[in-house]
């Protein structure tokens, strides 16, 4: 006896429906490009602990590290080149130089320390924006394609520098009372304290730091991983599955294009937020209750 199959068309539920041969023909594409070795790759964490390019000593040197001393390199030769012949009527490169220092010292530092203060931790505010910035941008840049802020040591740095540059200028301001303003704001009943003192050491002097290099380290990452992410797909799309493919492959670098400018503005406001937190921090070290 011969069974013979039957057919049942699906009933419609007013709402469009895949057809299993579309899912079938999918998965025999994908199948037959990993079976060629042409199978998608996604951004790993492991990018950002590449292989080292040279030892000196002990000391591992890799990519990214490369592109931390070609950020700083590039930093010293901008302002040495804007600045080694500054003329009263400026250049167009002298101006740029000097629209980016007016920049930190009139919005960041004065704006927030005064212009006393504002000066004295100038130095330190404007080597924090454009060490950032640079180092940020380096991200968007091709055949470079990652931040050098992406690995935790810079922002960590950063956030130690910031860190004492706060507490050592509350303790110039007034070195007495520093510590007990801090942990004992005034006008708060005594039994408070209990709950007030330990929440004031946690967020001034535990959270600042943390936070200050998790918020630098973390949107660097996530834009690296996200540009990987979108152009990976979109050589995968084109030169692996071709195709009908290809029409995703455009969508995915349209997404990588718009991401990029997004990634850029990113790279600007983490070194504006990461200064202008710094400089927040001065200033309430600095305030006359301390």
């Not at 660097?220 to 493919?245: D, E, N, Y």
């Amino acid at each position: 006896m011969t069974l013979t199959p039957t057919i049942v068309a699906p009933v419609s539920t007013g709402a469009p429906k895949l057809e299993p041969a579309l899912f079938t023909h999918v998965a025999t594409l994908i199948a037959r490009a990993a079976e060629d070795g042409g199978e998608f790759h996604g951004p790993s964490i492991n990018e950002f602990f590449p292989d080292a390019v040279f030892h000196i000593g002990d000391l591992v040197i890799n990519r990214i590290h490369l592109i931390q001393f070609l950020a700083t390199i590039a930093i010293v030769l901008i302002f040495w080149l804007g600045t080694r012949r500054m003329t009263i009527v400026p250049g167009r490169f002298q101006s740029i130089v000097e629209m980016g220092l007016d920049f930190v010292r009139v919005n960041i530092a004065e704006d927030l320390l005064g212009k006393k203060d504002g000066q004295r931790f100038l130095p330190i505010l404007t080597t924090i924006f454009f060490m950032i910035l640079f180092m940020n941008i380096t991200g968007v840049i091709p055949f470079l394609n990652i931040a050098g802020t992406a690995i935790i040591a810079v922002p960590l740095l950063l956030a130690v520098v910031a860190y004492v540059t706060f507490i050592y200028a509350g303790i110039k301001k007034s070195p007495k009372n520093f510590f007990k303003n801090s942990l004992f704001p005034s006008g708060v009943p005594w039994p408070i304290y209990f709950i007030v003192t330990p929440i004031e050491l946690i967020s001034t002097f535990v959270i600042r730091p943390v936070t200050l290099t998790l918020r630098l380290l973390m949107n660097m990452m996530v834009g690296h991983l996200l540009l990987v992410l979108f152009f990976s797909a979109t050589q995968f799309f084109l030169f692996t599955l071709g195709g009908w493919w290809s029409a995703l492959a455009a969508g995915s670098l349209a997404f990588g294009f718009v991401f990029t400018l997004f990634e850029i503005l990113v790279a600007v406001l983490q070194a504006y937020v990461f200064t202008i937190l710094t400089a927040v921090y001065i200033q309430l070290a600095v305030a006359e209750e301390h």
